[in-house]
């Protein structure tokens, strides 16, 4: 065999056994975060909670396009969002929701916003049923 043949050959079987490393690598961290519970697909979901608001946005989105009743209280949470993109759509998906606003402005100064917040409260104490869920992931 040449020497030129069996520097390929060695060459190919050091990045075979790199790849086969790599591969192992990427199998053993797959299988810690899903046994960890937090596999790819549970990050990803779109969910009312989310701190991620890539995540959480669409969710509020498609409360108000369902007309969810059910996450109104975590959606009146939202509204105390340091997110301005947060509370504009919790604001947007209440108002789909039950039709009012309360005098929630996104953008007002924060005591202004904690005044509107609470009259949410009191219409949330006195239209949302108690059997209602809290607005869980979505």
Do not use: E
């Not at 959480?56 to 997110?83: C, E, M």
């Amino acid at each position: 065999m040449s020497q030129r043949r069996a520097a390929v050959i060695a060459s190919s079987s050091r990045h075979c056994a790199l790849l086969r490393g790599l591969m192992a690598f990427a199998a053993a961290a797959t299988s810690a975060l899903t046994l960890g519970g937090c596999s790819f697909f549970q990050l990803s979901h779109p969910s009312l909670k989310s701190p991620d608001p890539s995540l959480r946005i669409p969710a509020i989105k498609k409360a108000a396009a369902t007309h969810d009743t059910a996450a109104i209280p975590t959606l009146v949470r939202g509204l105390q969002s340091t997110d301005p993109a947060i509370r504009f759509y919790c604001a947007y998906a209440l108002k789909q929701i039950t039709g009012r606003q309360l005098g929630f402005v996104y953008y007002a100064p924060l005591v202004q916003r904690q005044l509107a917040i609470a009259r949410w409260n009191q219409w949330i104490s006195a239209h949302v049923t108690a059997k209602a869920p809290a607005g869980g992931n979505r």
